[in-house]
């Protein structure tokens, strides 16, 4: 899947900036530790927006393309910001058998956001997720630490409203 880029306005702080550049001081000697920054950087700011990702090119003196590279070939790291409450539904086979793709879309259609976005207000994200080893609940959806399944479309908007 590819990874969505953020459209909302960066909203970094003077503090996670100072945090950030501490880390690239200690590190700046040592390109190997490229992926250990970007890690730090994202535990910082939640995500790795484009202006963070300048910051870490300059800083470590790598091109920007080898940081967004990495940035967009490890799963672990989000171009996008996530919300106060994280969306993830499985895809996963048992899932996708059992209606997974029709929450998403009901999610979808509800937010207003696509799969890897965020709400303008930040209170919601979407990612759709391979198996996360619930099956025999399948069709499964969680929001942050809260399970859910042996779910219908008809009912993400109660279950999205217990968040409102």
Known sequence: M??????????GTAEQ????????????????KL???????QGIYGYLPREVQVMIAEGMNVPLEKV???ATFYA??????KGKYNIS????????????QQLLDKIVEILGIESGECTPDGKFSIEACRCIGACGLAPVLTINEDVYGRLVPEDIPGILAKYE
Request: with cysteine.
């Open 35 to 41: 992926m250990a920054v970007m890690q730090e950087a």
């Open 89 to 100: 539904v499985c895809l996963g086979t048992a899932c996708y058998v059992k209606g997974s």
């Open 17 to 32: 900036e100072a945090k950030l550049k501490a880390v690239i001081a200690a590190n700046c000697d040592d390109k190997s």
């Open 68 to 70: 967004y590279g990495v």
């Open 76 to 81: 672990q790291f989000s171009l996008s910001p």
């Open 2 to 11: 590819k990874k969505k880029i953020s459209t909302l306005p960066f909203n």
